[in-house]
């Protein structure tokens, strides 16, 4: 997801090379039976971008997950939450 997000920024000219753009997720899981089952998965990135890109970021932030492919392929199990914060350089 995060490659997907960096993607997309930078297709939009906003750079998220370098250590610019990082992320940390955590699954929460559940057991079902005896089995284990992750249910959710939140993603939270961080990226270092002017502030006057904050819009573009949050449009581009609420539709990344949608053209991801490992988001698209466990997204009917697993819900999948993301976030970010914007750190201004």
């Known amino acids: 997801m ?6 997309a920024l930078e297709a939009r000219q906003i750079d998220a090379s370098d250590g ?3 992320s940390e ?3 929460e899981i559940e057991l079902e039976g005896k ?8 993603v939270h990135y ?3 971008a002017p502030e006057e890109m904050r ?3 949050e449009r581009v932030h ?3 997950a949608d053209h991801c492919p490992v988001a698209r392929s466990i997204r009917a ?12 350089s």
């Not at 995060?2 to 993607?7: L, Q, S, V």
Request: no cysteine; aromatic share 4%; charged share 20%.
């Open 2 to 7: 995060t490659g997907t997000f960096g993607g």
């Open 20 to 22: 610019k753009l990082t």
């Open 25 to 27: 997720a955590v699954g």
């Open 35 to 42: 089995v284990l089952v992750i249910r959710r998965i939140s």
């Open 46 to 48: 961080k990226l270092r």
């Open 55 to 57: 819009e573009t970021i």
């Open 62 to 64: 609420s539709i990344h």
């Open 77 to 88: 199990a697993i819900e999948i939450r993301t976030s970010f914060e914007l750190a201004t």
